[in-house]
């Protein structure tokens, strides 16, 4: 019996062998849940770095913007700066002519003349031109047509007179030339 005795395990040893294998088992289980973690953890951390890049983009891409904001009212000044400084010799000149004692009527009319042609010269090198338009064909894109009349010149409506010159800043209409168009009469049947 004694023989018996030895194979058969003691209480206390099954509960250790038994605590054993389970606690084997639980390893396994429990290095599963730890790399798990540890993954969980590694994409927290490369979010919270994408996180920090996305905000860091958007306050420089901020910043560019109020850079470019900034840059383009300075430029805007600076055109806005040239263009006054080449009109203040007008007034200057209209100053002159106001200041000036009234000898005769047609001595202040040619010194206004003088003004007006200054004027002319200074918008022209800012890039204003005037819209030809008295003798023209009308073009609804130049002109607009402020009356109408039936005359027998040609088939095409035409620009009789100028009611309002019209200007283009370089090649963008800044105000269309108000004109009377003349047309031919149409025949009745």
Do not use: C, W
């Amino acid at each position: 019996m004694a023989e018996t005795k030895s194979q058969i395990p003691e209480p206390a040893d099954a509960e250790q062998t038994s605590l054993g294998q389970a606690s084997e088992t639980r390893q396994p289980a429990q290095q599963g849940t730890d790399s798990t973690q540890n993954e969980v953890e590694q994409i927290k951390s490369e979010r919270d770095v994408l996180l920090d890049r996305v905000a860091r983009v958007q306050a420089e891409f901020e910043n560019v913007r109020k850079r470019n904001a900034r840059a383009q009212q300075e430029f805007k000044e600076f055109a806005l700066e040239d263009a006054l400084k080449s009109l203040l010799p007008i007034l200057d000149s209209f100053d002159r002519a106001l200041q000036a004692p009234a000898v005769n009527l047609q001595d202040f009319r040619s010194g206004v003349e003088l003004i007006r042609k200054q004027l002319h010269d200074a918008l022209s090198k800012l890039g204003l031109r005037r819209i030809p338009s008295r003798g023209e064909p009308f073009d609804p894109h130049l002109h607009e047509a402020v009356e109408m009349s039936e005359n027998a010149v040609g088939d095409e409506a035409h620009v009789e007179e100028e009611l309002q010159r019209g200007y283009k800043l370089r090649d963008r209409l800044l105000r269309p030339a108000m004109v009377r168009v003349g047309q031919r009469q149409k025949k009745a049947n």
